[in-house]
């Protein structure tokens, strides 16, 4: 069970929790997700680590994604216990409510777990912490420049600041880790049915670096999941949709084309992650439509234009799309 850490900070580390929680509530509040009580919720566990009492009746109010990024202790050892006490139920939660029924049939208490012998309030818990990670911590509206539709807020610098691939790579972890964990035999962060056409999109503009963009991509940090979901059936799925096989084919051209660093040079994480993709793909088995799709990669020396299709589905002589030319590297 989690240890709250109240009494371990200082006035000192207090009031440097404060000053930095304005970052994150500026990111919270950027988000445009959460109502005030929920971001005063936020507020009293990130300073003191203060959980909210739990009801039979309710969720979670905070995520797992969110108890263990905005948790006072950032050890290993305390997101792991985070994670525990949300997989343990209701006795290893904050709540007043009985775990066993009192007298009086008006008592409240802990119902019977569901199906799969779990409460509703950790698949919500997953559900939401997943939502957040891919409309939010994977969406290129966080580059640090721009400000989302009609908002004068401008932009942070990704979602969660850098905390994104730690993140990921707990949620994520391979079942030999001691940090591994499940839910109903699932991992706690998972891609659903493959990359969309987005996530390529953004990953797209991330390797060119010519524009605006966000450095802290979750699909960047999904390398070893994402090719675990070039299934035939998701195959399938690409040529259905024009869309997905366009932004699919830029991307592996814009891998296959990723300059090599230069011997003098450190890697930087764009070159790292190009060169894993492409060692998977040169060097691992993969499906033989995989395969011709990636030769046709490697032998393409054209330009890529992300905005190819606007100009292919232009609706009028007013709506003029623009050339977004990739990779001239």
């Known amino acids: 069970m989690m240890t709250l850490v109240a009494e371990k900070l200082s006035k000192v ?3 440097e929790r404060k000053k930095s929680w304005e970052d994150i509530q ?30 039979p009746l309710y ?9 263990l990024w905005l948790c006072p202790d950032q050890s290993e050892e ?4 985070v994670t525990e006490q949300l997989l343990a139920g209701p006795a290893a939660w904050h709540t007043d409510i009985s775990l066993v029924p009192l007298d009086g049939y008006e008592q409240e208490y802990w119902p019977e777990p569901g199906t799969g012998r779990n409460w509703w309030q950790i698949q919500t818990s997953l559900n939401e912490s997943s939502e957040i990670l891919w409309e939010h911590a994977d969406s290129d509206r966080y580059d640090g420049v721009n400000s989302f539709e009609e908002s004068s807020l401008i932009a942070p610098i990704g979602f969660m600041g850098g905390a994104e691939q730690r993140l990921v790579e707990f949620l994520t972890a391979p079942k030999e880790a001691v940090n591994h964990y499940e839910y109903q035999e699932k991992p706690l962060f998972k891609i659903s049915q493959g990359f969309s056409h987005v996530c390529y999109r953004y990953i797209c503009i991330w390797l060119d670096g010519q524009k605006p963009y966000n450095p802290f991509l979750v699909s960047c940090y999904m390398a070893e999941p994402w090719f675990l979901t070039l299934s035939d059936q998701y ?3 690409v040529f259905k949709s024009e869309t997905l096989s ?5 991307y ?17 994480e764009r070159h790292i992650y190009a060169q894993k993709i492409r060692a998977m793909l040169d060097h691992r088995p993969i499906r033989p439509v995989l395969k011709s799709l990636w030769l046709t ?9 992300l905005n190819a299709l606007d100009f292919k589905y232009k609706n009028s002589p007013d709506d003029q799309p623009e050339h977004y030319y990739v990779g001239d590297f």
């Open 252 to 268: 592996l051209q814009l891998i296959a084309r990723f300059p090599e660093p230069e011997a003098a040079l450190a890697s930087s």
């Open 235 to 237: 195959f399938k799925e």
């Open 13 to 15: 580390q207090l009031e």
């Open 26 to 55: 500026y990111r919270l509040g950027y988000s445009g997700r959460h109502t005030k009580k929920e971001l005063k919720i936020f507020e009293a566990y990130y300073l003191r680590g203060t959980q909210p009492k739990q009801h």
């Open 59 to 67: 969720k979670d109010p905070i995520p797992l994604v969110y108890r």
């Open 297 to 305: 990669a490697k032998n393409y020396t054209g330009a890529i234009d």
């Open 246 to 250: 366009f932004h699919l084919s830029c």
């Open 78 to 81: 305390s997101w792991r216990a």
